[in-house]
């Protein structure tokens, strides 16, 4: 069935500087993938997503790349703040219209 | 609006025990779901509903029973609840016509079985 992998698991960057998070995916007939953002003891909160008919798409210091071809999407975050630390999980889309989720990023951002 | 709601936030039980998650979402969502959030193992569907009246089985539905008799509600049930089934649940709605597009989550039941 559809797998999602994201890495890495744990990133710690120095506040200011950019964090990426990436994601590859094994069905092709996937088309939709968001990015949501957990912060300790809620539930996940979509922050961005692309279709398949995109290859980026940005929100202020938020970007995702999408690369169908080698299967794989990336989330950026650009001058990265201390209210960004949190949980990031990556999801695609299966045949089903249900999503396949990665197993989430754990995003330390050093003062 | 309150979005989404899930009762209670935290439960334990003893192998065996059965036992109702409740959610709720007052934004008229016609499609609700269930998750179970495992560490390293990111979210798992394991029930879902398109509207009041229909569910299916998501990717892990084994233990749990699920029912959709108004669009606002929709509670997970434990049958008899097994140790494997200490998670931390979510419930998620979406207004879109597509389970998978622009989810709304509820706060999370954290469930240890003993």
């Known amino acids: 069935g559809e797998n999602v992998e994201q890495h890495p698991s744990t990133l710690s960057v120095q506040e200011g500087d950019s964090a990426v998070i990436k994601c590859t995916y094994s069905d092709s007939a996937s088309n939709y993938f968001p990015w949501y953002k957990q912060e300790l003891g809620k539930g996940p909160q979509l922050i961005i997503d692309i279709r398949s008919n995109v290859g980026e798409k940005k929100d202020q210091r938020i970007a995702v790349t999408l690369n169908k071809t080698a299967k794989h999407f990336s989330l950026h975050i650009t001058e990265t703040q201390p209210e960004d630390s949190a949980v990031y999980f990556c999801?695609?889309?299966?045949?089903?219209?249900?999503?396949?989720w990665g197993a989430g990023t754990k995003l330390i951002i050093k003062p | 609006n309150a979005g989404v709601t899930q009762t209670p936030k935290f439960q334990v039980l003893k192998t065996g025990q059965s036992m109702t998650l409740q959610c709720a979402q007052d934004m008229n969502h016609e499609y609700m779901s269930w998750y179970r959030q495992d560490p390293g193992m990111g979210l798992r569907l394991i029930h879902y509903?398109?509207?009041?009246?229909?569910?299916d089985q998501g990717e892990v539905p084994n233990g749990y029973n699920v029912s959709r008799s108004t669009t606002e509600d929709f509670p997970l049930r434990l049958l008899s609840a097994a140790p494997s089934q200490t998670s931390v649940y979510f419930c998620a709605s979406s207004y879109s016509d597509s389970l998978a597009y622009e989810q709304y989550f509820g706060p999370g039941t954290r469930l240890t079985v003993t």
């Open positions: 509903s398109v509207g009041a009246g229909i569910t």
């Open positions: 999801a695609a889309s299966n045949s089903n219209y249900q999503l396949i």
